[in-house]
């Protein structure tokens, strides 16, 4: 490092303040809900190559520090002072923008006529096309029906507004103005941030400031390795899953192999799934992406979170990702929905560091944002009020020492919900239990953080209730050494009622007159032995209400009745429990058992080989050939049951095996033929 | 009016000490301190006034006593989880209002984030029938037997307070005060509170945590406030008492037993009410105030010399959406830690030695190196005339502490140490004031800071230097300012209508009205109000937005406007703050309102800030010392405060020395002494030019 300690200590401050004053500035000026109330928006500077150097802390998306605006800068050229470049394409940015309605913009920043830093901003825009309002669907199966794509242009030429670009933006969204608005208050944001840096370098000088661009980003890598080390050396595979993409009911597997040496990690996700046709791709361009690197910065702050938020801090990580999966997708993959498979990379990646640090890794959280959507009936203009009922979250998964968080969990998005009366004021509905789920967390030494409980009817006949970004379904949020998994998802019509009827995962629901709909969001996983478990912390529960009587006794063994614990009763129950198996590190519940006990490693690696090898234009129709048994046979909305998947194996290996016969150039197969 | 003789008394009782200004009829002040008693927090008050009144100056042009009174004892048991033992009665379907709170998980990026434990544990909250619809109309209601069972279980859970929440109660407080009507009728004596009677506000979370703070403090504060009183009355037969609050005003003993939640922040708001008061008279429009105490430092802004308020403020973790005075608060203080961490980077808090173990120079146990210690260090601190000789301070150990930061640093000495340290701990409090300025929208080259508290002096012009302020205005008692603030607050008390989500056409149905009744409801309030005034007036705002925004700005509206029902004034007022913020404003008919504010101030005699003396003579130091600074010791001249006349001038290198705080003033600055006492302390140059 090239700064004295005290020195970079200070520069350290003043960029990472500058950044946040950039964010301050933009939440105050931004003109939609996306930035006032979601602060779906971020700020940065970055050095000369396009990392990030300083990013705001409390404010805004966290978790975007490790994104490179080097593809976007070199794609546009020269640069002047008062330049600023706008772009959302995920594939020529190379991953800058993750997804379309991410207007993102870089401006060079000049101190006198030397080009010495850029700063870049993004704000999650209303609108910016495509086949559905808003822009964002699962069900878009290509990019071009996910709105405008803007390659990387100058919007701004020296401090003016090119009213080409501006036209096109205009044209091709549904909410010109807000966008225009929130553009606005990004370029504001952009010409702020120069003057901080201007000042900067006016109290520190030039070489000063040109050497703490280095330095920032080598200190934060340095203590972050050192962080990385608490990790032991070793090889840490681990997979999870989404429960399906929404087209089709074949569960996505997301696979890593973790390598850490000396503090230095490899993640190779070779044996993840293919993209699919449904917006859920990542779009990383095969470089080392913020999205996909989210778990271990929450790593290294869970150590210490003075740590700079840097592109530094990944300085230790690299990335292997095949193209043509879901964690790099090949244009024109759709990626609106991005965020349902971040969730599941981060508990991939938790399980392979849960192997490598059992005693301090928590088990799986509930690990998903479910906005429940009500859509009231078209009013006498055609226009239909739709307002997000609650967003709604599950429990934390349980760690060494401490139960799971109930009714939200860690991860790089904290959001906030809607008071009730708010909700009630925007759309006539009445919401009829907001809270936690008892009995959902999962049972263990700590308990998972329980799941939580939305029911609610409209008053409006021709209501319909939309559920975005439903998973966990299926596959339990897992425990750990002992510890039980979460409770899966649910939803049910009338609940307790005569006519209660579960739905599974909706897309869309009509409600009847007087019918109540209730979403159940899962629990995290456990910790331990539930046997185990603290008599008194059980009897809490109880008392709270989270853990009913009766799961007291068969989930923990403890003889619990009108508020008081029957010690002698607990005792003998628990004596007679049978010692879990030490082996079994995780507890993945029955469905991933049964689909695992005939989809394993080897049979899906085996699948995605042989997809790969084809033309990418050919892929997903050679796909749904091979795997045409369990796509004709699978039904997301029931169980998966042992026999049944064997007998599709079994169809499914056939096709397998012809496959790969066929793409051996000499093979038996062949020469029959 | 004021009987001429009255004595008034601004009392402000912190954690360490119970600060008392005395302001006689002249405008003449008498400052005092007490140590603080958390074991019998009126004793020092009572201690201390006692003291007061028998003064022979005192007591001689005095008739008749005022005491203004504010206290952390609400705040400090809410903070450290001692309130009183509350139960929750909450619409059916809701029990975990509190749990959930607003859903955000602190620390969020932690992979072992907790949640904080709910105000109420969810074992205390009980579910009624009882619930309104978003018009207001009652659609549930308890039967008899219900409440026989609700009560019954209240019973056996055997509160000090009781909370009710219901839903949608914020459109009238007639259904919780039915429910409260029917569980008192069962359970005489229980002390309740109704969330839509403290603050009728949309969003049930915050309107809960605003009940449940209420309840938690309410025992406690009636039983201090009682006590209080008795104590008082034994001193003066016509003594009169009335306790500051959140809001800058000040509340009479009955308003403060029925809504104690008013008084909790009442410390920070006492002192940005008397910077506000003396930026006016000093001719400063942007001003900062900067209360550096052992923990933290309080920051408020000042505009046009006025006070902002907030309705977005905390107490601990828990969100506040009644209207408060805006002081945000820094983790860095005279307590801060110097920490170097394992890449060898020098680090200075967030941990904080507090004032227990404190700095290392204390004597009291602390080992490790603080802020404080570093003042020392550079000679800037007297270390043998400590707050006016009271504590006498370790050097040799403090230097130590600071010598082992030196050789780890591979800095020549433990003074080069503790400048690098204090250079660091000056960016993190610039870099923090920035940014809460970025927030409010302010332009930080424009504020002048006005520092209090036992550190503020002596940090102040360090930080305007890094920060590029003009300047700063130390005023006179500077360690006793939120007491000087008490005396100066008017009688203030705000009130609030939601009207839902209200569309342009139905705003005249609905905003005349709610301003009419509250306007009743606060001259009823203010003719029962038992206060000595000089008049009063009405502010009159609403948070409006346009159609299809989802957030709101407080907008103010003025009296002739609400007078003459001139609606497309109310929608100009709007539109202008809009566009003044966001470059464009739309039609009258996108305007939507959500509620009605009024408050109402009636203002109390105005204290005449004494005069100093001019200066006589040449301006004389008392002494000179070495003082550590840029990398070597520089002669500084010593001078005492009380010496010092109005229109004095001196450059520095200086220190300006009081008995319970030191102002430094570095080389490049210079002081000019205003005739209210006022230190201004500006560049020298710019003094030049």
């Keep these: 490092m090239k700064l004295d300690p005290v020195t970079l200590e200070i520069m350290s401050m003043k960029l990472s303040a500058a950044a946040s004053e950039m964010a301050y500035f933009l939440k105050r000026t931004g003109r939609t809900l996306y930035i006032k109330e979601s602060e779906d928006f971020s700020t940065a500077i970055a050095n000369l190559s396009g990392k990030f150097v300083a990013y705001p802390q409390n404010v805004g998306v966290s978790g975007f520090f490790d994104l490179d605006c080097g593809p976007a800068i070199q794609a546009v050229g020269h640069l002047d002072p008062g330049d600023v470049i706008l772009t959302n394409h995920p594939y020529m940015s190379k991953g800058l923008a993750t997804h379309l309605p991410d207007l993102t913009v870089i401006r060079p920043f000049f101190h006198g006529d030397k080009l010495v830093a850029y700063g870049w901003a993004f704000v999650h825009s209303a609108d910016v096309g495509g086949r559905v309002p808003s822009s964002i669907s699962p069900s878009n199966s290509d990019i071009f029906q996910e709105g405008l794509m803007i390659p990387p242009v100058k919007l701004v030429r020296k401090g003016e507004i090119d009213p080409v670009v501006e036209g096109f933006l205009r044209s091709n969204c549904r909410t010109p103005e807000p966008n225009m608005g929130d553009v606005r208050a990004m370029l504001a944001a952009m010409s702020l941030g120069e003057k901080r840096v201007q000042r900067i370098i006016e109290q520190h000088g030039l070489e000063t400031f040109e050497n703490s661009l280095g330095d920032v980003i080598e200190y934060t890598a340095l203590k972050s390795r050192e ?313 809490w529960d109880v008392k709270r209400g989270l853990v009913s009587d009766e799961a007291a006794r068969t989930d923990y063994g403890v003889v619990v009745g009108g508020g008081v614990v029957d010690a002698a009763a607990t005792e003998a129950l628990r004596a007679g429990q049978p010692k879990p198996d030490a082996d079994r590190m995780f507890d993945f519940g029955p469905q991933r058992r049964i689909w695992e006990a005939v989809f394993d490693d080897k049979l899906m690696r085996r699948i995605v080989a042989v997809v790969l090898a084809q033309p990418s234009g050919g892929r997903k129709a050679f796909r749904n050939r091979l795997l045409a048994p369990l796509l004709k046979a699978l039904d997301r909305y029931r169980p998966l049951e042992a026999e049944e998947l064997a007998e599709l194996g079994r169809d499914v290996t056939r096709n397998l095996e012809a496959a790969e016969a066929a793409a051996r150039p000499n093979s038996e197969h062949q020469a029959a033929a | 009016m004021p009987s001429i003789g009255t004595l008034r008394v601004g009392i402000d009782a912190g954690g360490t000490f119970t600060d008392f200004v005395a302001v006689l009829p002249n405008g003449q002040m008498h400052y005092h301190k007490e140590p603080s008693n958390p074991a019998d927090p009126s004793a020092p008050v009572e201690a201390g006034l006692r003291g007061l009144l028998q003064n022979e100056a005192i007591a001689s042009q005095t008739r008749g006593l005022l005491v203004v009174h504010g206290t952390t004892i609400g705040l400090n048991a809410v903070l450290q989880g001692k309130g009183a033992r509350t139960v929750v009665l909450v619409t059916r379907g809701l029990r975990d209002l509190l749990e959930i709170e607003r859903g955000r998980l602190p620390n969020h990026l932690s992979l072992h984030a907790v949640k904080p434990d709910p105000i109420v544990s969810r074992d205390l909250v009980l579910e009624i029938s009882a619930r309104a619809d978003s018009t207001g109309e009652i659609t549930d209601f308890p039967t008899a037997a219900e409440f026989d069972a609700v009560c019954e279980e209240i019973g056996r859970l055997a509160p000090e307070a009781v909370a009710i929440v219901l839903v949608n109660a914020y459109i009238s407080p007639k259904l919780e005060a039915a429910v409260e009507r029917e569980i008192k009728a069962r359970i005489p004596g229980l002390l309740v509170t109704c969330s839509a009677s403290v603050w009728p506000e949309l969003r049930e979370y915050e309107r809960a945590v605003i009940a449940c703070l209420n309840a938690k403090v309410h025992p406690l504060m009636e039983a201090y406030l009682q006590s209080l009183e008795t104590r008082i009355a034994g001193l003066s037969t016509t003594a009169k008492l009335q306790l500051s609050t959140s809001s800058g005003g000040v509340l009479s003993l009955s308003g403060a037993l029925e809504r104690p939640i008013e008084t909790m922040l009442s410390g920070p708001a006492s002192g940005t009410v008397a910077a506000s008061r003396l930026a006016r008279d000093l001719g400063i429009s942007s001003g900062i105030t900067f209360d550096m105490g052992g923990t933290s430092a309080d920051i408020a802004i000042l505009t046009d010399a006025r006070v902002e308020f907030t309705t977005s403020s905390h107490i601990g973790a828990l969100p506040l959406m009644m209207p408060v005075i805006g002081v945000s608060s820094i983790g860095a203080g005279g307590g801060s830690i110097l920490k170097i961490d394992s890449a060898g980077l020098l680090k200075v808090g967030p941990e904080s030695a507090g004032s227990r173990p404190g700095p290392v120079a204390f004597g009291l146990g602390g080992t490790q190196a603080t802020v404080t210690d570093c003042y020392i260090a550079l000679g800037i601190i007297d270390p043998t005339n400590f707050l006016g000789g009271r504590m006498t301070l370790d050097v040799d150990a403090a230097l130590a502490a600071l010598d082992a930061v030196a050789k780890r640093l591979g800095l020549p000495s433990p003074q080069a140490a503790a400048e690098a340290a204090l250079s660091i701990a000056t960016v993190g409090m610039s870099t923090e004031l920035f940014k809460l300025l970025a927030q409010g929208g302010h332009d930080p080259n424009e504020h002048v800071i006005m520092p209090f508290g036992g550190a503020g002096p002596t940090q102040a012009v360090m930080l305007a230097d890094d920060a590029g302020l003009p300047g700063i205005a130390v005023p006179p008692a500077a360690a006793t300012f939120c007491a000087l603030g008490a005396v100066m607050a008017d009688a203030r008390r705000d009130y609030l209508r939601s009207i839902g989500q209200t569309g342009w056409y139905d705003l005249p149905a609905k905003i005349w009205s709610a301003w009419s009744e509250m306007r009743a409801e606060a001259d009823a309030w203010f003719a029962a109000e038992d206060m000595t005034v000089c008049g009063h007036r009405f502010e009159y705002q609403i948070d409006m937005r346009y159609a299809g925004q989802s957030h709101n700005m407080i907008v103010h509206v003025d009296e002739e406007v609400v007078a003459s029902k001139n609606l497309s004034g109310v929608a100009e007022a709007f539109h202008k703050a809009h566009e003044a913020l966001y470059d464009f404003r739309e039609t009258d008919e996108k305007v939507e309102a959500v509620s009605v504010r009024l408050s109402i101030i009636a203002m109390v005699p105005e204290v005449a800030l004494a005069t100093l003396a001019p200066h006589q003579g040449k301006v004389e130091p008392s002494s000179h010392r070495k003082i550590f600074h840029r990398g070597g010791w520089v002669e500084s001249a010593v001078y005492q405060r009380p010496s010092l006349g109005g229109g004095a001038v001196f450059a520095g290198p200086a220190v300006v020395e009081q008995s319970d705080t030191t102002t430094w003033v570095p080389p490049g600055w210079t002081v000019t002494v205003h005739p209210t006492g006022t230190l201004l302390i500006n560049r020298s140059n710019a003094d030049e030019a």
């Excluded at chain 1, 050396?233 to 087209?247: K, M, P």
């Design chain 1, 227 to 539: 962080i990385f080390r608490k990790i032991p050396d070793g090889v840490y595979e681990f997979n999870d899953f989404l429960d399906d993409d929404l087209v089709s009911p074949i569960p996505i597997r997301i696979r890593v192999k973790m390598t850490v040496s000396d503090g230095l990690i490899d993640l190779d996700f070779d044996g993840t799934d293919l993209q699919v046709a449904a917006a859920y791709n990542i779009p990383t361009a095969g470089i080392r992406h913020a999205q996909l690197t989210s778990w271990l910065t929450s790593f290294v702050l869970t150590h210490d979170k003075t740590v700079p938020q840097n592109a530094g801090m990944l300085d230790p990580v690299s990335i292997h990702t095949p193209k043509g999966t879901v964690l790099h997708p090949i244009f024109p993959a759709p990626v609106g929905v991005r965020h349902a498979v971040v969730h599941r990379v981060m508990d991939t990646e938790n399980g392979a560091l849960a192997q490598a640090l059992p005693e301090f890794m928590p088990a799986a959280c509930a690990g998903l944002i479910i906005p429940t959507v009500l859509a009231e009936p078209e009013d006498a203009n055609g226009d239909r009020n739709v307002v997000v009922v609650e967003p709604m979250v599950g429990g934390g998964g349980a760690w060494n020492g401490h139960d799971g968080p109930d009714g939200r969990h860690s991860g790089p998005v904290s959001i906030g919900n809607n008071p009730i009366e708010v909700t009630e004021t925007g759309a006539a509905v009445t919401i009829l239990r907001y809270g936690l789920r008892p009995d959902s967390g999962g049972p263990g030494k700590w308990r998972g953080g329980t799941g939580m409980e939305l029911t609610f009817k409209a008053k409006r006949l021709g209501s319909q209730v939309l559920g975005r970004g439903m998973d966990r379904f299926r596959f339990q949020p897992w425990g750990l050494l002992g510890g039980k998994p979460g409770a899966q998802a649910r939803t049910i019509l009338n609940m307790g009622r005569e006519d209660e009827r579960d739905l599974g995962k909706i897309d869309v629901v009509d409600l009847g007159p007087n019918d109540t709909i209730t979403v159940l969001t899962p629990g995290g996983g456990g910790y331990g032995n539930p046997f185990e478990r603290d008599v008194e912390a059980v009897l």
